[in-house]
């Protein structure tokens, strides 16, 4: 895996008004924007939006966490190798 390129996490969110802006802070205090949700269909569908969003950090560990305990069992379940072989190529496309 390559390493995370992004914003390290936690991210969270925040709605001083209608939009949710996803953050992350840095070095303490220093405030970065990660992305926006702005106006969608519906303000659940925002909100979900933002959540899954704020999620990635925390995601993507747990992914490279699972591939790597998946990876030591592939010997002994071979039909695991395809699904390692396909979160090994999704955590490139995150990671890249």
């Given at each position: 895996m390559s390493d995370f390129k992004g914003?390290?996490?936690p991210w969270f969110t925040s709605q001083p008004h209608g939009t949710i802006?996803?953050?992350a802070r840095l070095?303490?205090?220093t405030l970065q924007e990660v992305a926006a949700c702005g106006p969608t269909e519906t303000p659940d569908q925002?909100?979900?939006n933002a959540k899954l969003i704020a999620?990635?950090?925390q995601l993507l560990l747990a992914l490279v966490d699972?591939?790597?305990i998946?990876?030591?069992?592939?010997d002994g379940v071979p039909s695991l190798r395809q699904r390692v072989e396909a979160y090994d190529n999704l955590i490139a496309?995150?990671?890249e």
């Open positions: 914003t390290p996490g802006y996803i953050e070095r303490g205090s925002r909100e979900a999620m990635s950090p699972a591939v790597t998946f990876r030591g069992l592939v496309k995150a990671t």
